[in-house]
């Protein structure tokens, strides 16, 4: 693991490395930010997956989670969104292939070589997280549009390795959405059977979330017909899941509306995992 | 004055606008903060003068300013550092030129035909700003490196304009320093004795500022030889300034330093302006 950058912040550092990944095949990078209280003994991790295009460095520099985070002693994992590098396939679309890797292990070629996502963050990083800095096995985990939904589905799945759960603006409903039936398709092929398992309101319906449950959406977000906040909040009152979706009044997509609640789900994933 | 984007932020908008500016003689754009109180009244304006390279974009999106704006019920402004567009004179260096206009009238060919960021900012963006947006006559500046060196400036030559004064890591004494002595005698020429002007130390010796200072610079600061913080420190306590340099422990020059402050300076500016 090396050390790309590191910035004070807030008391605290903001570092981002670089590692060999054997699940990815390929070199991958990923921002920590390490609070003032971290100097003094292992903290709880917040994972902040990303969205389409997005890089390790997007949330990093925009989205206002150290702040809050140094405030409760919260580390934060910003890790990409896909594998990348000459030797990886890519697509010319801003939606599949490099910044679009969707949280999950692709099937199909091209992409079946390195398109393992699902898998990087839910061991390895996870496994080089745990290892190499001063956290401890408290975890929480959040995202953004793509990112959101890989924040639900992954916890949904893996319960018994996540404690806190929200999203802001997520695609909680792939399987029926433009963004995520061009994805899965491609990743996983055409056989509809294997998407479920990556869909965040099938998930619930099937597993529901062993706590409550946070999701923030803006009310002008101008891409409401690919997120499909109402099929996500549909199921959590069939289900009667404990938690709340937020309608946040003009909000759009970007990171204007992300760094405008990062302190309510910081403070959120900070009380259940202190 | 034209509307290129609107976000909505921590309640309030987030606006960028280009207009024609006869000053620079070439189209501007600047981004305006104004918070949820600016919907039931005239609010305060804070200035935020950004630093070598930088756009309107820069603070907007990684300085952190918004959250505390709000709270506090100031607007903020964030300039352009340049004329810019294919008519605009340019430099292959990163602080020369497009970029870098270092907030004076230049009086030199090739530059001073569009470089007047002086005026620009101190006469006509003034005017657009108290014309068209929901602010009173009430003005604090801040700025960061070129930025700081702006603020102080700008503020201190112009003492009845501006209400409150801070600065990130201020270039404090550039006729002394590679960040100064090559720009001002590009836009000013080699008489020396027009550089006084925009030197903060200098100025600082001749007019004292009329109310209390703050400048946050980090101990870590990768340029801190061209910065020259001691100039500044030394001229505040040899004129008994009212005011403070914190010099913050290993914070470098990004904005992971500034958006550490935002907090204090927006609080401070609050605190004087209102």
């Known amino acids: 693991m090396e050390v790309i950058s590191e910035n004070r912040s807030f008391g605290g550092r903001q570092l981002v490395y670089s590692h060999p990944s054997n699940t990815c095949g390929c070199e991958m990078t990923f921002a920590a930010y390490l609070p003032p209280q971290a100097a003094d003994g292992p903290v709880p991790v917040l994972w902040y997956l990303s969205g389409l295009t997005c890089t390790h460095e997007n949330a990093m520099t925009k989205g206002g989670f150290q702040e809050h985070a140094a405030k409760h002693g919260l580390a934060v994992i910003f890790p990409d969104t896909s594998p990348r590098g000459d030797g990886v ?18 099937t199909r070629n091209p992409w079946r070589t390195h398109y393992r996502m699902y898998d990087y963050i839910v061991s390895e990083l996870r496994s080089i997280v ?29 319960a018994g390795l996540f404690d806190s759960l929200s999203a802001f603006a997520p695609i ?40 409550d449950l946070l999701v923030d959406q803006g009310s002008g977000d101008q891409f409401l017909d690919l997120l499909k906040p109402e099929a996500l909040a549909d199921m959590m009152a069939r289900r009667r899941q404990p938690g709340q979706v937020r309608m946040q ?10 760094n405008s609640f990062a302190r309510d789900h910081v403070q959120w994933h900070a009380a259940r995992l202190n």
Do not use: C
Request: glycine share 12%; charged share 20%; no cysteine.
């Open 89 to 106: 396939s890519d697509d010319e679309a801003y939606d599949l292939g490099q910044g679009a890797g969707f949280y999950v292990n692709a």
């Open 130 to 158: 745990m290892d190499n800095l001063p956290v401890r096995d408290r975890h929480g985990i959040t995202g953004h549009s793509m990112g959101g939904h890989g924040a639900i589905t992954i916890a949904l799945r893996n």
């Open 249 to 258: 009044d003009g909000y759009d997509h970007s990171y204007f509306f992300v």
């Open 172 to 211: 909680t409903n792939p399987t029926q959405s433009d963004w995520g039936r061009k994805q899965l398709s491609a990743y996983l092929g055409d056989d509809e059977s294997s998407w479920a398992e990556h869909d965040a309101t099938l998930l619930l319906q099937e597993y529901g979330w062993k706590s």
